[in-house]
């Protein structure tokens, strides 16, 4: 898949965790949501939004329950399409990562331009499910590219102009320092006892209050980080046993069964259709 578009209007939601993809996410959230987390950076959205994410990076609604009335639009573009857009080496790609880099991942639209948005991609997510003949497929894939390229405009017109929306402030400081402790020691032998000690709080405690925050638990989370830069690792000339290792398994069989099971192929296959 190159590219996804897709609306939607929740009259109630619960939050659903955080979550990473192998896609570039261009997110519009309208109204309805509250606190947004990118890695361990907390932000309280506001009607009218540009949330930028990079592929790999957990991302995902927090401590949110009950939303009601709850408003976005997102389009999902693959590194693949990124290139095909990228037109007299504007380097897209570089200037979406940057963005994160920065810490520019969410800015405010101007109403005209969140209004746009959401039309031009309830337009692709039409387009995309429409069967149409050989002729008609033409013209729709050259109106395709057109739509994403106007989001596109828009989304670099508001990255140079736009003022970055800093972080907010939590009441779960603990948790965000604990995510912000495993992002950066998920490779080791780390464990809910291990993190309990480091922050001194009771393993049921960290469990209890880092599901409710994550959507996940602690391994859990462990997991799902070592599997995201095992992707990364699969564009290196590593072998697969070495991202195994780098990666903080401690043996061949057991990065294979989790990276399976997250995925549903095993490593060799993803490797292979990248």
């Known amino acids: 898949m190159d590219y996804m578009a897709h609306y939607e209007k929740s009259p109630r939601l619960w939050s659903q965790g955080l979550h990473a993809h192998d896609y570039y996410e261009i997110f519009i959230h309208l109204e309805g949501g509250r606190n947004y987390c990118v890695d361990d950076r907390i932000y309280e959205l506001k009607p009218n939004q540009l949330l930028i994410i990079p592929p790999l990076h957990m991302h995902g609604l927090v401590c949110d329950r009950d939303l009601v009335d709850y408003e976005r639009c997102y389009l999902y573009l693959s590194p693949e399409m990124i290139q095909k857009c990228d037109i007299d080496k504007m380097n897209l790609s570089g200037i979406l990562?940057?963005?994160?880099?920065?810490?520019?991942?969410?800015?405010?639209?101007?109403?005209?331009?969140?209004?746009?948005?959401?039309?031009?991609?309830?337009?692709?997510?039409?387009?995309?499910?429409?069967?149409?003949?050989?002729?008609?497929?033409?013209?729709?894939?050259?109106?395709?590219?057109?739509?994403?390229?106007?989001?596109?405009?828009?989304?670099?017109?508001?990255?140079?102009?736009?003022?970055?929306?800093?972080?907010?402030?939590?009441?779960?400081?603990?948790?965000?320092?604990?995510?912000?402790?495993?992002?950066?020691?998920?490779?080791?032998?780390?464990?809910?006892?291990?993190?309990?000690?480091?922050?001194?709080?009771?393993?049921?405690?960290?469990?209890h209050r880092f599901r409710a925050y994550v959507n996940k638990s602690v391994y859990e989370y462990i997991l799902y980080k070592r599997i995201i830069l095992a992707k990364e690792l699969m564009y290196s000339n590593l072998s697969l046993t070495e991202i195994a290792y780098k990666c903080g398994f401690s043996d061949y069989s057991n990065f294979l069964r989790v990276f399976t099971k997250q995925t549903g192929i095993s490593p060799k296959q993803y490797r292979d259709i990248q």
């Open 97 to 207: 990562d940057s963005s994160v880099k920065k810490n520019k991942t969410l800015s405010d639209l101007s109403e005209s331009d969140a209004e746009l948005c959401k039309k031009i991609l309830r337009n692709i997510e039409q387009q995309t499910n429409s069967s149409s003949s050989k002729e008609s497929k033409l013209q729709s894939n050259f109106e395709l590219y057109i739509n994403i390229f106007r989001v596109l405009q828009i989304v670099c017109n508001n990255l140079s102009s736009g003022e970055t929306i800093a972080p907010q402030k939590t009441t779960e400081t603990q948790i965000v320092k604990i995510l912000h402790y495993i992002n950066e020691h998920f490779t080791q032998n780390i464990s809910v006892e291990s993190i309990s000690k480091e922050f001194h709080i009771s393993e049921s405690s960290l469990s």
